[in-house]
């Protein structure tokens, strides 16, 4: 009887069990496999043997890495890179929010929204074509307008790695803005507007208004998004860092983060050892944060948390 | 509008003029340049106003279109299969588990949702992909690694589901004899279009955006580059365009200091063009997509 039973229900959910295949398959090969492939970490890889055929070798990768300056520097670039962004991206998104707000038509209103969303909309290697415009040495606008107005010699822009903590945090901001304020909006259109009009009656002032009506109504979102970011603070938007300063030697010293390291290691040094132990630190420490930032979001906001 | 100050409002209005200035500008200044002369844009850089008005840089692209055609054909095939069998996939996976009385559902779930939490990095999937699935100088790189299923869109997609079709449809449905495979394309489907409509906007823009698949897994099949892929190559080098066209140009001809502001030119706009008619779904997909998950 029992096992009519779970036959007959074996029956039932077999198409659906059939379904979950292909994306069961997808993820194995996607995320699983790569998983199981941190192991390589561990392992002098020898391409002639074959790749997971290769001997084990304890923690000698790890310590060839950490054997050289580029370690401290890479790390240090991420995670700097990610604390500014995070501290600039919330308090331009915040202030451009409340700047769509002040607009009184609907129209322009509308307008401002499609704007600042278009440079998310495009590709980083279009991004690094705009760059290119204002930074080419020869032809650039900064070079050839701007610098030479302000009276200052030209600047090897590409070759200079000092300037580029300031561009690349530009161009992260440029890039994001409109999106991160399009999410700031959303929240702050949702906020009753009999608050704000109690606030006036009571004779508060513009900046009261924001600090204690509109900020508040934020905080949720603003904890949320920088909580989620920090849980990310081991990653690096690969486009931005390798694409933007068009793979210049010159300018690894500002410009590599984990990420760009990694391929780097592994495509064009072939320098795999260091590679695969750079990876592995990023994947674990990366778990580490995302798993720490959604405990502390779930407590926070459960709608917001990955779990 | 909610602040009664009136100079607070105008400071903000102007504010925001400017930073839609940054955002239109930019694009100005690529257009404006892809238009002046070589000896111009030699002499005075790229500007904002075009300086000795020619359409050469054009008429050069003119002379290689079929490479840049193909190239654009290249992403819109990449996007449409990519797009299409990334919602085949989400909704083969959602379906299932928004079934609250699916056995095993929360194991299920755990699998998916890990691969959230944890990946094995850029070492691991390469080599998998380049090694053991071969995946090298194939379209199938194009479509395959990091894009296809998005664990992220799937539990969107499940949540909307359970929130928006009744288990009682189902049943009923499945009283009258209809099989899961038609409850799913019969019900759950068409139930579920906005949801569709959003990640198939946002899987299509980051087909359509992405290079770095590309660039990882393509080494030799430079006819499988989409647009993003052709404009990678350009910037890196400009005689790319010489040595991957059949173009009849001489090479002295090639006004290569315009000609890179005309090929970001001609990526950009039919972008730009396309927004407009997507732009409300692509802000709710930002919206959806990132704070309520």
Known sequence: MGRRKSKQKMKRYLPLYLMLIPGTIYLVINNYMPMAGLALAFKKINYSIGIFQSPWTGFSNFTYLFSTNDAFQFFRNTILYNLAFIFLGNFMGIFTAIALDCIRKKFFKRVGQIVILIPYLLSTVIISYVVFAFLSGNNGFMNMTILPMLGLDKVNWYNEAKYWPFILTIVYLWMSFGYSSILYYSTLIGIDKSYYEAAVVDGAGTFDQIWYITLPALKTTIITLILLAVGRICYSDFGLFYQVPMNSGLLYSTTQTIDTYVYRGLLELNDIGRSTAAGFLQSVLGFICVFAANTIVSKLDKDSSLF | MIYQNKLFRYIMNIIMILLIAACVLPFILLISSSFSSETDLAQYGYSFIPRGFTTAAYTYI???????????????????????????????????????????????????????????????????????????????????????????????VRTYITTNVPMEVLEASMIDGASEVQNLVQIVVPMSKPIIGTIALMSAIAYWNNWTNGVYFIQTRRDLFGIQNYLNSVISNIAFLQTHTSSSINASQLPSISIRMALAVIAIIPILIAYPFFQKSFVAGITVGSVKG
Do not use: E, Q
């Open chain 2, 62 to 156: 003119w002379g290689i279109k079929s490479s840049i055609l193909r190239a654009y054909v290249m992403s819109f095939v990449i996007t449409i299969i990519g797009t299409c069998a990334s919602i085949v996939m989400t909704m083969l996976f959602a379906y299932p588990l928004s079934r609250k009385d699916l056995p095993g559902r929360g194991i299920i779930s755990f699998f998916l949702f890990f691969t959230m939490l944890f990946n094995g990095g850029f070492v691991p999937t390469y080599l998998i992909y380049s090694n053991i699935f071969h995946v090298t100088d194939t379209l199938a790189a194009m479509i395959i690694p990091y894009l296809l299923m998005n664990a992220f869109y799937v539990i969107m």
